[in-house]
């Protein structure tokens, strides 16, 4: 059970907009601590897609957005592309486990 | 450019140890932590540990104390990870990652060590 919480898939058609969500608690998002996520296409590693919540990297398409508020953060993918389809992860920190870095279980997004 | 290049994959009977290497080019190795992240086949991310490459100091996930080892050698910018007494469930592809130094996120990450147990 991870201690962020995401859907476990979510789909849409090309040119749609799709979110993700990922909800945590008082002792990680909800303690202020960034929101990161990352996108992992098949048999490759992770990639790095938004940092502090909402921050894109270069070279990632603005189609790809982050938010935070409260316990909760958000990615939303907008223009929906066939090689958008991939697993998506939120990652952030946490003041109450040993484990202070800590991961959402993931979320499958299929282009229909 | 950043690149984090692994050792190549493993096979392992159970009860034994494994060591992953992490070689680092393209930036200071001792300005960034790296994290050790696993992934369990058709699973999910999960966080190891991460180094302190500048001091060496380490901080375990409490699911792995007292199986895990980081170590560095700054001279040779490689990280290590080394895992004892292997179970099947230990199967999964490892990852070392680089730690921005800024936002807490991982903004580099190495192609992926696969550790296979059996017997």
């Known amino acids: 059970q991870s201690v962020l919480t995401q859907p476990p898939s979510v789909s849409g058609a090309p040119g749609q907009r799709v979110t993700i969500s990922c909800t945590g608690s008082?002792?990680?998002?909800?303690?202020?601590?960034?929101v990161h996520w990352y996108q992992q296409l098949p048999g490759t590693a992770p990639k790095l897609l938004i940092y502090?919540?909402?921050h894109r990297p270069s070279g990632v398409p603005d189609r790809f957005s982050g938010s935070k508020s409260g316990t909760s953060a958000s990615l939303a993918i907008t223009g929906l592309q066939a090689e958008d389809e991939a697993d998506y992860y939120c990652q952030s920190y946490d003041n109450s486990l040993s484990d202070y870095v800590v991961f959402g279980g993931g979320t499958k997004l299929t282009v229909l | 450019q950043v690149q984090l290049v692994q050792s190549g994959a493993e096979m392992k009977k159970p009860g034994a140890s494994v060591k992953v290497s992490c070689k680092a080019s393209?930036?200071?190795?001792?300005?960034?932590?790296i994290h050790w992240v696993r992934q369990a086949p058709g699973q999910g991310l999960e966080w190891m540990g991460w180094t302190n490459v500048n001091s060496g100091g380490t901080k375990y996930a409490q699911t792995f104390q007292g199986r895990v080892t980081m170590t560095r050698d700054t001279s040779i910018s490689t990280a290590y990870m080394e895992l004892s007494t292997l179970k099947y469930d230990d199967t999964a592809v490892y990852y070392c990652a680089r730690d921005s130094s800024t936002w807490g996120n991982v903004d580099y990450w190495g192609q992926g060590t696969l550790v296979t147990v059996s017997s």
């Open positions: 502090g919540s909402s």
């Open positions: 008082s002792s990680n998002i909800g303690a202020d601590y960034d």
């Open positions: 393209g930036y200071t190795f001792t300005g960034h932590y």
